[in-house]
């Protein structure tokens, strides 16, 4: 036996190896769900980029330390054939900015906002750069040349954990992508997936030679909410209210319902994954009322003007009354408190209807038909020379259930419930004493 040989059989040497061996065998001895350990940091996610070439990643993903994301929403307005105004030409756009992390996202759908072909350019007179002619045009020539190349402004559907959806415009961001060996939960590797603003492809090439993320989706549930808002009422009774209705809650921007409850340590808060400001209402006394202005239910020239033509609107509620509006941008964009119902003119037809062919009516489990009343606000655009509206977005408080014979109940707003002020990280609800 040599005396490297004897060397490794040294106690010392015989006792390291004992030790590496049992590390080795803690390493074959640790649990699977190493995957599950790495993503309860909930700012890391377990999901799947679905790429829009086909492929689909599976892994945990993550932004950088320290950054989020920074959405700029747009707005939805409703320009196609039948809208009764060409909104863009009068609505200015909003420019609020939501910042968020995955923690608190549900999915991420991607689409085409723009799409055209360009080529590059050379400008022929650089020195002419600052001159402008006559008319005020510059006067700096420029000469496209080559293959066009294909560039894309993606927009972004943010779907959060609470409900909430926003559209806009993403700014772009790393997303770090870390794929799993599914058998025994270690690391494989980490990729880097840029979500861009814009997409911008080679001469001759087309757009399906982008190739860029169309949807995340999670595959676990993240946060519920980032911020759960206490509230402090003025002189209203929320506990009244609990055990019926409750207090219903749609956010001011968005215009979406979101939970408002009484938590384990007594306090009421509104979750709202945004953290916007709120619309309020309840039932109270058998009645439903909202928290609204109250210059906003007066009658004035502008409310008649809103109510003229919110009752020109043919859609699926044939009966609507106007109950209060809020007003911005010297009556470019009107809120409007509403009440909505669908009413039944010929019963008989439409339970016949209803049970043979089927869709358009519904049926109870009693197998009468149903109709409801329901509050809602609705958010127009409107063209103030002429008074025309275009209906941009809706969200309903309540939808309540109603006999056809029955006469619509009456809903209108309390004081109670208005103003609702955001400060300090809370809300404030009705007025100082």
Known sequence: MNRKTKIG???????????????????????????????????????????????????????????????????????????????????????????????????????????????????????????????????????????????????????????????????????????????????????????????????????????????IQMLDEGDQFTRNMPIEFGSFDFDAVADKSGLCALTQDTLTKVRVQKDADGTVRVHSTLGENVFLAAEVNGRWVAGWPAEGTKRTELFKSVEKEFLKVLDYYNERKLLGIISKKNGREITALVRLRRDIPDPEFALAWAKSVGGGFELGADGKLLEYYRMSILKFVRDPKTGQMSLEDRGTFSRTRIDLEEKTPEMGTSPELWPVVMKGGKLIVGPKE
Not at 74 to 93: H, I, M, Q, W, Y
Not at 101 to 128: T, W
Not at 154 to 183: A, H, Q
Request: hydrophobic share 35%; with cysteine; proline share 4%.
């Open 9 to 215: 059989l040294l106690p010392a040497t015989q006792s390291a190896c004992s030790g590496f061996g049992l590390l080795v065998a803690l390493l074959v001895l640790l649990p699977t769900d190493l995957f599950a350990q790495e993503t309860k940091n909930t700012l890391k996610r377990h999901a799947i980029l679905h790429m829009s070439d086909g492929e689909q990643r599976e892994g945990i993903i993550e932004l950088s330390r320290g950054t989020e994301f920074h959405l700029t929403n747009l707005k939805r307005n409703d320009t196609g054939d039948s809208a009764p105004v060409e909104s863009e030409k009068f609505s200015a756009k909003k420019s609020k900015i939501y910042t968020f992390n995955f923690n608190v996202v549900k999915a991420m759908k991607f689409a085409p906002l723009s799409e055209q072909y360009l080529k590059k350019f050379k400008v022929l007179n650089v020195s002419f750069q600052d001159e402008v002619d006559d008319d005020g045009k510059t006067m700096v020539k420029k000469v496209r040349f080559g293959l066009p190349y294909p560039v894309i402004k993606p927009k972004c559907t943010v779907v959060f954990n609470s409900g909430e959806v926003v559209t806009g415009i993403l700014n772009t961001r790393v997303v770090y992508l870390t794929t799993v060996d599914p058998d025994t939960g270690f690391k494989i590797k980490t990729t880097k997936v840029i979500v861009k603003s814009k997409y911008s492809g080679e001469p001759g090439q087309s757009y399906d030679d982008l190739v860029r993320v169309k949807h």
